[in-house]
T-cell receptor, first 117, second 109 residues
Framework: NAGVMQNPRHLVRRRGQEARLRCSPM?????VYWYRQLPEEGLKFMVY????????ESGMPKERFSAEFPKEGPSILRIQQVVRGDSAAYFC???????????????FGPGTRLTVL | DQQVKQNSPSLSVQEGRISILNCDYT??????FLWYKKYPAEGPTFLIS?????DKNEDGRFTVFLNKSAKHLSLHIVPSQPGDSAVYFC????????FGTGTSLTVIP
């Protein structure tokens, strides 16, 4: 049973370009979370999605960031017009559906390290 | 606003001794707490959790203690092993997950 997969593992973008980060949850998991870890900081919640539905995006910056989890395919975190401050590690986690999202164990992917030049 | 705090960025312990990692939180509405372990270049992996209705949960060498009145959480690892060297994040949940900034544990052989 493959774990959570993220790609690419490393992504380099120039200022103003777009970054697309992909996350495939564990088999059987229909909940996806995205987190960002800035240098010297902990993991910060960004967004929580179910298939075709954004449940909680309270941690997402209001501009340039968007996320989706389509019916088919991976979840995508999209950052438009990247700036140097977007350089961070972006982690995706998935959890199964047991009815209590705050206690469901989250399984993390290896992360995507975004570097903005 | 950091709702979950790990005030010790690093900790070194001799192999075989006890490692104690601490975590403080500010929101009394948190009802579930977790510890994650993270190796370099990998995502965090779940280690152990505790519900707010308990004050202790044990799993092998790992024990988590919760002091609700002090809003304090700790993870005890005994005996510590070199393979335990990693960054440990505590997390608390209310309507979403809040993570601490992590404590880097080094277990010296």
């Amino acid at each position: 049973n493959a774990g959570v997969m993220q790609n690419p593992r490393h992504l380099v973008r120039r200022r103003g370009q777009e970054a697309r980060l992909r996350c495939s949850p564990m088999k059987g998991h229909s909940h996806v979370y995205w987190y960002r870890q800035l240098p010297e900081e902990g993991l910060k919640f960004m967004v929580y999605l179910q298939k075709e539905n954004i449940i909680d995006e309270s941690g997402m910056p209001k501009e340039r960031f968007s996320a989706e989890f389509p019916k088919e395919g991976p979840s995508i975190l999209r950052i438009q017009q990247v700036v140097r401050g977007d350089s961070a590690a972006y982690f995706c986690a998935s959890s199964p559906v047991t009815g209590s999202r705050v206690t469901d164990t989250q399984y993390f992917g290896p992360g995507t390290r975004l570097t903005v030049l | 606003d950091q709702q979950v705090k790990q005030n010790s960025p690093s900790l070194s312990v001799q192999e075989g001794r006890i490692s104690i990692l601490n975590c403080d939180y500010t929101n009394s509405m948190f009802d579930y707490f977790l510890w994650y372990k993270k190796y370099p270049a990998e995502g965090p992996t779940f280690l152990i959790s505790i519900s707010s209705i308990k004050d202790k949960n044990e799993d092998g060498r790992f024990t988590v203690f919760l002091n609700k009145s002090a809003k304090h959480l700790s993870l005890h690892i005994v005996p510590s092993q070199p393979g335990d060297s990693a960054v440990y994040f505590c997390a608390a949940t209310g309507n979403q997950f809040y993570f601490g900034t992590g404590t880097s544990l080094t277990v010296i052989p």
